[in-house]
T-cell receptor
Framework: SQQGEEDPQALSIQEGENATMNCSYK?????LQWYRQNSGRGLVHLILIRSNEREKHSGRLRVTLDTSKKSSSLLITASRAADTASYFCARRAADTTGTYKYIFGTGTRLKVLA | EAQVTQNPRYLITVTGKKLTVTCSQNMNHEYMSWYRQDPGLGLRQIYYSMNVEVTDKGDVPEGYKVSRKEKRNFPLILESPSPNQTSLYFC?????????????FGSGTQLSVL
């Protein structure tokens, strides 16, 4: 399977703590994106990191990318109950033909306890 | 409001009865794609389209058809649905220009095939 692996599968933390989730993949990428999904609803884009970038920030989100290890991590700082959701990484495979094939990870279910 | 609209939201059908799930976007995106989401498997890409009249298979295309006759619409067709196609389906669209690439998702279609 080309699907990415995410860990942990589930994470439960207290409000105010940091949450870290990891994504690993097998093939070369053009970019890697993180998405959030609230309970069976459509996914919402959070952040994109390109293959030539190592770290990116957006508000309370910090994403790192290590292409040598084929892995990425998403850190949510000072978590809130409203951050409770599933988080998915998605990579666009590097393709010389210019086509866009997205491969999603299996997701991390985050629960933030108030 | 920029959005991706999927219909219907819920659908219950019987084996072998042809059905179409519609998807429309109002953002003039070139790229559109379909995914199915199953517990423990994350999202898997069914088909995608780089532009009008250009479609290609994703990872799980068997049993599905698509067409892209207009830029805004990308329907998913199940000619002869089977119970193993019971799933949550998402349509998504995106620009393909560097720097603005991110997927916008519809609200999903929960399909049950009896």
């Amino acid at each position: 399977s080309q699907q990415g692996e995410e860990d942990p599968q589930a994470l439960s933390i207290q409000e105010g703590e940091n949450a870290t989730m990891n994504c690993s993949y097998k093939t070369s990428i053009n970019n890697l994106q993180w998405y959030r999904q609230n309970s069976g609803r459509g996914l919402v884009h959070l952040i994109l990191i390109r293959s030539n970038e190592r770290e990116k920030h957006s508000g309370r989100l910090r994403v790192t990318l290590d292409t040598s290890k084929k892995s990425s991590s998403l850190l949510i700082t000072a978590s809130r109950a409203a951050d409770t959701a599933s988080y998915f990484c998605a990579r666009r495979a590097a393709d010389t033909t210019g086509t866009y094939k997205y491969i999603f990870g299996t997701g991390t279910r985050l629960k933030v306890l108030a | 409001e920029a959005q991706v609209t999927q219909n219907p939201r819920y659908l219950i059908t019987v084996t072998g009865k042809k059905l179409t799930v519609t998807c429309s976007q109002n953002m003039n995106h070139e790229y559109m794609s379909w995914y199915r989401q199953d517990p423990g498997l994350g999202l898997r890409q069914i088909y995608y389209s780089m532009n009008v009249e250009v479609t290609d298979k994703g990872d799980v295309p068997e049993g599905y058809k698509v067409s892209r006759k207009e830029k805004r619409n990308f329907p998913l067709i199940l000619e002869s649905p089977s119970p193993n196609q019971t799933s949550l389906y998402f349509c998504a669209s995106s620009f393909t220009r560097a720097g603005v690439e991110k997927l916008f998702f519809g609200s999903g279609t929960q399909l049950s095939v009896l």
